[in-house]
């Protein structure tokens, strides 16, 4: 089962440079930089979003309720690794999940954790099992397309501010994305 994934900590390089925006946008000087690194910030986060991926490497939080007695599926890969894996027990007790008890698959498009064993049982505390994960991949390793998809629109936000339509995906930057996307059903 694929469940929602929220971004704990951030990249801490984005997956385009300030000089590959000024040069995109044939920019000279840095009046602008604090504009076009939002720009291109809010970019990111709209194309890693309609592809299905993390870009850069972060660390990412999947809370479920209780175990789903399935796979769970860890979206917004490529995943590298599990940090933390922990569950509130019956008895209201923090308990860590050892790596040892789960498998965790990296070779799959979607990575799943599977667990070796059965999954324990859990209070009925919503959001009560959470995963964090470290997910993307090195800045110098960012898919080529996802670099240009992510400077199309930040072009795009940069010169239609104040648009109506200015924060809208266009057919010519979805189609680069479509390239790398991951699809999946749940």
């Not at 000024?22 to 986060?45: C, F, Y």
């Not at 972060?58 to 490529?78: M, S």
Request: overall charge negative; some cysteine; proline content about 4%.
């Amino acid at each position: 089962m694929i469940h929602y994934s929220k971004v704990i900590d951030p990249a801490a390089t984005p997956p385009v440079t300030i000089e590959e925006i000024r040069t995109h946008l044939n920019i000279d000087g840095t009046d602008q930089d604090t504009l076009l690194t939002q720009k291109a910030t809010a970019a990111t986060s709209m194309c890693e979003r309609y592809a299905g991926l993390s870009f850069v490497t972060q660390t990412r939080r999947v809370t479920l309720t209780d175990f789903c007695r399935r796979d769970v599926i860890l979206p917004y890969g490529p995943v590298q690794s599990i940090e933390e894996f922990y569950y509130v027990d019956e008895d209201d007790v923090q308990t860590d999940i050892l790596a040892d008890t789960y498998t965790l698959d990296l070779q799959s498009a979607l990575a799943k954790v599977r667990v070796t064993e059965d999954w324990p049982y859990t209070n009925s505390i919503l959001n009560n099992v959470v995963i964090e994960y470290i997910a993307g991949v090195p800045v110098d390793e960012v898919w080529p397309e996802a670099k240009e998809a992510v400077l199309r629109l930040t072009a795009r936000l940069y010169e239609k501010r104040g648009d109506a339509d200015g924060g809208v995906m266009t057919d010519e930057i979805t189609d680069v994305l479509d390239t790398i996307k991951v699809y999946w059903s749940a």
